[in-house]
């Protein structure tokens, strides 16, 4: 005869409607005073009573337990719309397509408390085979901190994404700059385009394409003040970016440059060319206060400089494919180098927080900086 459980031991039955045997277990009661049941469902009563003990485990563990149908998927789409949207509006398309590109599309089907660390190394490795280091660091982040707001809310036992390392992706494409000639046939070609003083105050100061976009007028002087002491030459202010907030990338990039003679003038033509542009549009035309803007006022986006860029590009002997507007301030730092200039001094005017960042970064255009210990050397042991 089949003893009988206690009271409080909980049940198995047969649920006519699911088709599934439900095994239940009574817990106590809640501070609202409903009592506290759990379940577990089999298509046997042994399925049912394993189900049972993984759900009270989880219990006594301090868990909640997920729904079964929480997917990798809504926990990506949760991290996305309640945290990653709090962000500027460009980060947060960026990571939605990257989401939905390399990791929804992968592993968004599996229920999230099935997730192992061989899943997500399988992932990795999967993703190297196409793309760059960067872009697998990036994407495992986005995992990593969906599952971590996961655990947080009590929807998963542990993040298997800490347990798994980045692997080496392809090797991206490396940065390259302008030569004197070429950075000279660039101008050449830019002039009497919308994009000549862009190009020209880029080259020669340094700026990022996210500072010079957001740069306006009442941060530009000129003319200077030559008759103070010391004299003080015409500048720009970087202290603007299109970044969330209007805030440069980092404390360090907020500089004040002098111009040279170049951009002075290129900017004297960019600000005729903006009268005429405020003329012609007429009530269609919006004010921002910025240097570089569309023909009625607007901001220019990353687009907008790109293919501007490109068509200049075009007209040299440059492959427009292979060059960006990010490579102009490349080929400022690797001007400044072939000219002897120190390490230090080309941080300062890139506004980098550090000569590290700046070797880092420009390691490949800072060559006569790196390559003095070696002329010293032969001229003390000359051969």
């Not at 397509?97 to 192992?116: N, Q």
């Not at 590290?356 to 390559?371: M, S």
Request: hydrophobic share 35%.
């Amino acid at each position: 005869m089949t003893k009988r459980r206690s009271r409080g031991d909980g049940g198995l039955h047969w649920d006519e409607k699911r088709q599934r045997w439900i095994a239940t277990a009574s817990l106590g009661y809640a501070p609202d005073g409903k009592r506290i049941v759990k379940r577990g469902s089999g298509k046997t009563k042994t399925e049912a009573k394993a189900k049972l003990k993984e759900v009270l485990r989880d219990y006594e563990d301090g868990l909640a337990i997920a729904p079964g149908d929480y997917t990798v998927e809504r926990a990506v789409n949760d991290w996305l719309t309640y945290v990653l949207s709090q962000r500027d509006k460009a980060t947060y398309e960026a990571g939605v397509i990257l989401c939905r590109v390399h990791v929804v599309s992968a592993l968004g089907k599996r229920k999230l408390r099935d997730l192992s660390a061989q899943d997500v190394d399988k992932w990795l490795a999967e993703k190297a085979k196409v793309l760059s280091t960067s872009t697998l660091r990036l994407i495992r982040s986005y995992l990593n901190r969906a599952i971590k707001r996961a655990m947080a809310r009590d929807l998963v036992k542990r993040n298997v994404v800490e347990l798994c390392s980045i692997p080496r992706g392809k090797t991206g494409r490396p940065s390259k700059a302008l030569t004197l000639a070429q950075a000279e046939a660039v101008l050449k070609a830019a002039e009497g385009t919308r994009m000549y003083g862009y190009l020209v105050l880029a080259l020669l100061t340094g700026a990022r394409t996210e500072e010079l976009r957001a740069l306006t007028w009442d941060h530009v002087d000129l003319k200077g003040d030559p008759d103070a002491e010391p004299p003080v030459p015409p500048y720009v202010a970087v202290w603007r970016s299109v970044r969330s907030g209007g805030d440069t990338k980092t404390r360090k990039s907020r500089r004040t440059l002098a111009l040279p003679q170049r951009c002075v003038d290129a900017l004297k033509v960019q600000k005729a060319q903006q009268e005429t542009d405020r003329k012609t549009a007429g009530k269609r035309w919006q004010e921002h206060g910025l240097v570089f803007a569309s023909q009625v006022g607007t901001p220019l986006d990353a687009h907008n400089v790109r293919r501007a860029f490109r068509a200049v590009i075009a007209e040299t002997d440059l492959n427009p494919a292979k060059w960006t507007p990010r490579e102009l301030r490349h080929s400022f730092v690797s001007l400044l180098s072939d000219q002897g200039i120190p390490l230090e001094e080309i941080s300062r005017l890139v506004g980098h927080s550090s000569t590290a960042v700046t070797e880092l970064v420009y390691r490949k255009q800072i060559r006569p900086v790196l390559q003095e210990g070696a002329v010293v050397m032969d001229q003390i042991f000359k051969t």
